[in-house]
């Protein structure tokens, strides 16, 4: 990415770059006592007890058994994936408010779904799961979970599809990159609001939305995915920028829960608001949400929409005009 002070879009690469180390704002999980076939089990918003009693349900349980005996203990599947050693797997899960993070031996359940804070792959060629990721492929970051249409979508940045000279989108097809080149893969992209404006005269709006899966084990939920780094923050509600306001962003290759204030837009920055957090290739589409309270909820501000300058200032698309523009409804955690 070039450092001088011009508009450079955040994700537009082919080299997939380390996640850089995120900040000290991480929720924790509760460290429990093991039980079962358990390697670890740990905890937030809920007891230890609650737990282990989940963990020990799991033990003996097949891979493709292991969604239907979460849900018998009241919990869903956020998803799974293989540690890549120790023949091993984590296990994240929800109940409300709740999470519940497992670390077993033995064979990762196909289980997965929308999260925002993820990394997502965008392609002119149709991408196949558990296949190499075809050549000018776009790695951006998936943003908030709404509904669209009666159905669920997930938003990112308008330009990681981008847009041909005819207003056709460029790269449709969608996928989560898990722990193989591509995971789970999403679909085309529904609607690219890439270069439309609020109004005739405000800023420009670059957001898109694609299919988000739902399922037994294509479950998706309004939280933001900090994987092993902290339990996942919950999505309650939204709220607009003003200048000063703290808030915090969850990319693919900056991290998660790096947090600064809200400053006037730069000139060039087509009228977006602008931050004092640093964000780099593959940023686009982040979540841009308010601090985590006490309780782990937070409030969607935005979708991490460019970098500018010399100092790679993170801007953003304001969520209340994307949602306008999808007529979409953002989707909240449920209490509890």
């Known amino acids: 990415m070039q450092r001088a002070a011009v508009t450079t879009l955040l994700a537009i690469a082919a080299t997939l770059l380390a996640a850089a180390p995120a900040s000290a704002r991480v929720r924790p999980y509760t460290p429990c006592e093991k039980t079962g076939d358990a390697i ?3 905890v937030s918003g809920a007891t230890c007890d609650e ?3 989940v963990a020990t349900a799991l033990a003996g349980v097949p891979p493709e058994g292991v969604g239907a005996a979460l849900v018998a203990q009241g919990w869903t599947a956020l998803r799974a994936n293989a540690t890549g050693y120790d023949d091993s797997y984590d296990l994240f899960a929800l109940r409300g408010r709740s999470a519940l993070w497992i670390r077993e031996r033995g064979a990762a359940p196909d289980l997965d779904g929308w999260t925002a804070g993820r990394e997502l792959l965008f392609s002119r060629s149709p991408l196949v799961g558990g296949s190499p990721a075809p050549i000018g492929t776009a790695v951006c970051t998936s943003s908030f979970l709404v509904r669209l249409g009666g159905r669920l979508a997930g938003l990112s940045s ?5 847009l041909t000279r005819t207003r056709r989108t460029l790269r449709r097809n969608a ?4 722990s193989s080149p591509v995971g789970l893969v999403l679909g085309g992209v529904r609607r690219n609001l890439w270069r439309k404006r609020a109004t005739s005269r405000s800023r420009r709006i670059d957001a898109l939305a694609l299919p988000a899966p739902s399922g037994p084990t294509r479950t998706s939920a309004p939280v933001i ?20 306001r703290e808030v915090c962003f969850a990319g693919r ?3 998660t829960d790096l947090c600064g204030d809200v400053i006037e837009s730069y000139p060039g920055a087509g009228g ?3 931050t004092t957090i640093t964000a780099d290739l593959g940023d686009s ?9 006490a309780d782990g909820t937070v409030r969607a501000v935005g979708i991490a929409t460019l970098v500018f300058g010399p100092f790679q200032s993170m801007c953003f698309t304001p969520i209340a005009p994307v949602l306008d523009a999808l007529n979409a409804k953002l989707v909240t955690a449920a209490a509890g």
């Open 175 to 178: 996928a989560l990159r898990t």
């Open 51 to 53: 737990a282990r009693g």
């Open 272 to 274: 977006l608001p602008c």
């Open 253 to 255: 290759t900056s991290g």
């Open 285 to 293: 589409g982040s979540p841009v949400y308010t601090p985590p309270a």
């Open 225 to 244: 995915d900090r994987g092993i780094l902290g339990a996942p923050l919950f999505v309650v509600g939204s709220t607009r920028p003003r200048l000063g």
């Open 158 to 162: 308008g330009h990681c599809a981008g």
């Open 40 to 42: 670890l089990v740990e």
